[in-house]
């Protein structure tokens, strides 16, 4: 990929591989990726490195930012047209994240909700990496130049202070980095927990019928939507006050591309258990093909490692150029080739 050359848009998006790959990671960000890649030069990071703000298991670590990447492509990401990449076999990330620690206040790292409350869960290790983390995310992003980042909202935080670290070593050094927009997707739900609708879809739910693994078994996924949360009420409408069912309705329309009030159409005056078949019928057939390729690709070890290796190297030569500029500007001796 020539970003420049092709004078499109530059996104850049970042998955942790941790835990499994969600349907609401599907449905909220991969899927809506699909759609990106014609349009704009996107780039799909494995953030590896922000993994280990928590301590993980190392060959368990390893498998899943495999398998993340995998999944990219098996849900339809071409590797061609997309970056995908590990953050950690590019080492420009570590170092301006450095660099960009300078930039940064004690102060603003202290008001990031996810630090707050990271730090109150995990009592045991709040090491520094986890209170820089979000200087990590910013040099991710302003290394290749990115105009926009898809992010959710828990993530809005955390883009903000990309802007403003951005925005002041431009001030001091002039125009180095783009300065990146959010971008919020046009379509794309946010998919919500199976057993407690009112809370967001999560691999780190400790209650598994709460989330559906694209990797689960078809009879699991099946028998997870049968259990869904519902209510006590028995028709279906489409509101606030009926979580459960407006969940279920979001995945359908999420999948088919209809509109909300069609699938309501569709389902009013049917009851909940043909609403569940229904829409458990409509994942299936999205996430067969997709675990069909994952299975695939997971076969094809050599032609995994290839876009490991080429999209690397396209990642790292493009970061390195943002690198050597931010290296100049802040008075660090020039390298003699
Ligand atoms: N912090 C993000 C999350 O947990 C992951 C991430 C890291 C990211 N770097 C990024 C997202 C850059 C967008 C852009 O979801």
Redo the contacts with the bound molecule.
């Keep these: 990929m020539n970003a420049q050359a092709e004078n499109k848009k530059i996104i850049?998006?970042?998955?942790?591989p941790t835990g499994v790959i969600t349907l609401g990671n599907y449905l909220g960000a991969i899927k809506n990726w699909t759609k990106l890649q014609d349009d704009y030069n996107c780039l799909f990071?494995v953030?590896d490195m922000?993994s280990i703000t928590v301590r993980q298991d190392p060959a368990l670590l390893r498998k899943r930012a495999r398998d993340l990447l995998t999944m990219y492509i098996a849900a339809g990401l071409d590797p061609e047209k997309n970056i995908m990449y590990y953050?950690s076999h590019v080492s420009a990330h570590a170092e301006l994240s450095w660099i960009l620690n300078c930039f940064t206040y004690m102060g603003e790292l202290s008001r990031m909700t996810?630090f707050k409350e990271k730090s109150a869960k995990n009592g045991a290790n709040i090491n520094s990496g986890l209170f820089t983390?979000?200087v990590?995310?910013?040099a991710?992003?302003l290394l290749y130049q990115?105009d926009l980042?898809?992010?959710?909202h828990?993530?809005k935080q955390?883009?903000e202070l990309?802007r403003e670290i951005g925005t002041r070593f431009n001030n001091i050094y002039g125009d180095v980095f783009t300065i990146p927009e959010p971008y919020i997707a046009k379509v794309g739900a946010k998919i919500m927990s199976l057993q407690e609708p009112t809370k967001k879809m999560s691999k780190s739910d400790e209650n598994p019928n709460g989330y559906i693994s694209l990797l689960d078994d078809i009879n699991v996924i099946k028998n997870k939507i049968k259990r869904a949360v519902t209510d006590s009420d028995r028709e279906v409408t489409y509101s606030e006050h009926k979580p459960g069912v407006k969940n279920l309705i979001d995945i359908y329309a999420c999948i088919t591309g209809e509109s909300i009030e069609s699938c309501v159409d569709r389902f009013t005056g049917k009851g909940y258990g043909e609403l569940k078949l229904e829409v458990a019928e409509a994942v299936v057939e999205e996430l067969r093909p997709v675990q069909e390729r994952f299975k695939d690709l997971q076969k094809n070890k050599d032609y995994i490692d290839q876009i490991v290796k080429k999209n690397g190297e396209t990642a790292n030569y493009l970061a390195t150029k943002t690198l050597r500029k931010v290296q100049k500007k802040v008075g660090f001796p020039v390298r003699i080739r």
């Design positions: 850049f998006s970042g998955v942790q990071c953030v922000h953050q996810q983390y979000p990590l995310m910013a991710d992003i990115t980042v898809p992010v959710g828990d993530q955390h883009l990309a």
